[in-house]
């Protein structure tokens, strides 16, 4: 089978000279890929003019439902590539890191993009900033969808969660991908590639894929691309300084090698939950992907008086692991995902033995249904560096595969220097049940690492691991990791977005975000605008109230019911003494309640449910005999997708009979798209 790649709508093969793609156990060839021929300006064109055009139609809340449909048709088909996925060496477990943790992502980035993004296609960062003392000019910053393409270079490791983790973030911002796999196991990436597709969800041009090299692609970027690259700090450094990527400004973000260490605290010794812990994590991460992760622990810091029993420890565990073939069920490990990544392996390997002791190795191999000859296996191997300040390999060294070196450390700031010593990585942790230690090394080794995990027997059994990114935390790291960032949220879809500063009249930016601001125009509604359907609210709807008086009454009557009796409110002599107040005042919650009366329509209508109250300030402080109104205005609309009902936003504000602000605040409130049956008329 040659692999095609996916261009323009099309499937393409290429041709020249081939690639062989083969069984991680067997040998067996498997596919052939070449992308020579292909006509990568046609792709960067495609995605710009077609892709991107048909994404930023799409709200965000819109793209969402994509993904979360995306995701549900890659689940009900992801046996498909569980089969495939044992090609690359993957075992059943293995598998599901890649392929249920690829789906995942999307899930959560679906999540994420109807809860935490606007039903609309502009994104606000931060408040908006007074400019002039008038209030007719104020500025705002805000995020606005790049008009290029998303250039996905992924590693081999996973091919399936490299991909998908890329595309959620990026399809999020409106932005069209390129997917460029790595070779070795393009045939993997390939097949969910086809899925996605085939499910014929997302719009014309937003996906394209590459089988091969990247030809002369990077010679078509502009300014409006983005560059993902996973894989090495050579590659990296090689495409970072592109001659077109530095003319042209090309965003570009790296995740590359990096030494990750886990350090022991001093109070896990031998016995406690911690140190079991430890090596249980150790182990699993040496194991997993058989060592192919760019997040599993190179450097196993322990305190130097736990060291024999931590290297003893980890023996012993790892001789209980099965290594073969991933098909079989009693195997634990499989093989690297090629020969030559088992080639680059054991060179590496063979550097740090120079200056590390090895504890158990390649000698011990023993398969279960594989041969070694023809199976890229390696056997999972521990070393000891006794002499971690002299040495150099285990600072600089990272063997892609199934290997870990133990390090001992005398104290905690040598156990931070040796960690660092890796100058940056992607991921640190710690295993201490010292609150006050873990700390301390959380803080030493944050300049140094893009996250830092901490475990104990607290938090032990809901932990995901030392080496499991997260679609909500950033992955990425500083330094030797590549320097860039991926995933965090909402924080992974800004990556391809451009933040550009708006200065104008509040008219102006109302109508540029979608939001309401303070001092635009108001529309004055026939009807309360609670009367209204979800579709017929309109940005601006204002009502505004008449007055009520606070009585002494009030206060001490809300006092009763609340419970709340602090001396501000309830003693006049305490209350004089208070710099603020002078006086007694009534509770901040009474007027809350006081103004909900003030605006509330109380018939049944459109409004389903008040959910909340946002950003609520006292500003003045309201006495006996002072009298309050409402003005309360649709700020912001946000359709919940097949739900019969949207999110409408309220800027509501109190004011006292001067005219000064008492409270600002935003009221949250469901609101059905139909009239309720038997509501009165408006």
């Known amino acids: 089978m040659q692999l095609q790649s996916f261009i323009a709508g099309h499937w393409v093969s290429g041709i020249g000279r081939m690639s062989a793609l083969c069984d991680a156990t067997t040998g067996e060839l498997i596919a052939n890929a070449s992308s020579e021929g292909l006509d990568f300006s046609a792709m960067l064109e495609h995605a ?12 965000f809340h819109e793209r969402a439902a994509r993904l979360k449909a995306l995701a549900k048709y890659l689940t009900e088909r992801k046996e498909a590539l569980y089969d495939l996925s044992y090609a690359t060496g993957a075992t059943r477990a293995d598998a599901w890191i890649d392929i249920d943790g690829g789906i995942g992502t999307l899930f959560v980035y679906a999540s994420k993009g109807m ?16 400019l002039a003392k008038g209030g007719n000019f104020v500025g705002q910053h805000i995020y606005v969808s790049l008009e290029g393409a998303a250039v996905h270079i992924n590693a081999f490791n996973f091919p399936v969660w490299g991909m998908l983790e890329k595309l959620a973030p990026a399809l999020l911002a409106g932005v069209p991908a390129i997917v460029k796999p790595a070779t070795a196991t393009a045939y993997l990436a390939a097949r969910a590639f086809r899925q996605i597709v085939e499910s014929g969800l997302l719009p014309e041009g937003a996906v394209q894929l590459i089988c091969g090299g990247v030809g002369d692609l ?4 502009t300014c409006q691309d983005v560059i993902a690259f996973t894989g090495s700090a050579s590659t990296a450094r090689k495409l970072r300084t592109h001659p077109r990527v530095v003319d042209r400004a090309v965003r570009f973000t790296a995740e590359t090698d990096s030494l990750n260490s886990s350090v022991l605290g001093p109070d896990a010794v031998t016995g406690t939950p911690e140190f079991d812990l430890f090596v249980r994590e150790v182990v699993r991460e040496m194991t997993v992907k058989a060592g192919q992760k760019c997040t599993a622990i190179r450097k196993a810091i322990v305190p130097a008086g736990e060291c024999a029993a931590v290297l003893e420890a980890l023996r012993a565990a ?20 090629s020969l030559a990544q088992r080639r680059e392996v054991l060179e590496q390997l063979a550097r740090l033995q120079r200056e590390s002791a090895t504890v158990c190795g390649q000698g011990e191999l023993m398969l279960a249904g594989a041969d070694a000859e023809r199976g890229a296996f390696v056997a999972p191997t521990l070393l000891h560096c006794n002499d971690p300040q002299g040495a150099q390999a285990v600072h600089e060294v990272e063997a892609f595969g199934p290997v870990s070196t133990v390090v001992p450390y005398r104290t905690v700031d040598e156990a931070i220097d040796l960690a660092r010593r890796g100058e940056g990585s992607l991921v640190g942790s710690v295993f201490s049940a010292d609150d006050a230690i873990a700390a301390g090394l959380v803080l030493g080794l944050a300049p140094l690492h893009g996250r830092i995990l901490v475990v104990n027997r607290h938090c032990a059994k809901d932990s995901t691991g030392h080496g499991s990114p997260l679609p909500h935390l950033v992955h990425g790291g500083p330094g030797r990791a590549g320097g860039g960032e991926e995933l965090g949220g909402i924080r992974g879809v800004l990556h391809y977005m451009q933040r550009t500063a708006v200065q104008g009249t509040p008219d102006l930016l109302t109508a540029v975000t979608g939001r309401w601001v303070g001092g635009s125009r108001e529309l004055d509604p026939l009807v309360h605008p609670f009367r209204k359907t979800f579709g017929a609210v309109r940005i601006g709807d204002t009502f505004r109230s008449g007055e009520r008086e606070v009585t002494l009454e009030d206060i001490e009557r809300f006092a009763a019911l609340s419970g709340d009796h602090f001396y501000a409110h309830m003693d006049e002599a305490a209350a004089r003494r208070n710099p603020l107040f002078g006086g007694r005042v009534a509770h901040g919650y009474f007027l809350i309640a006081a103004a909900a009366g003030l605006f509330v329509d109380p018939p049944l209508g459109p409004v389903l449910a008040n959910y909340g109250i946002d950003g609520l300030r006292f500003t003045q402080p309201i006495r006996p005999g002072d009298r309050i109104r409402v003005r309360l205005t649709c700020k912001e609309k946000s359709l919940r997708i097949g739900q019969g009902y949207g999110e409408v936003r309220w800027d509501t504000q109190i004011t006292n009979h001067n005219g000064l602000t008492v409270a600002q605040y935003d009221v949250l409130t469901m609101v059905s798209e139909r009239d309720m049956p038997d509501a009165p008329p408006p």
């Open 48 to 59: 710009r003019r077609v892709g991107g055009t048909n994404l930023r139609r799409l709200t």
């Open 115 to 130: 809860k935490e993004l606007p039903d609309g296609r502009v994104y606000l960062d931060g408040p908006v900033e007074s």
């Open 218 to 221: 990077f010679e078509h970027l």
């Open 318 to 337: 790892l001789a209980k692991v099965v290594i073969g073939d991933p098909r079989a069920e009693s195997v634990r490990m499989g093989p690297l995902a």
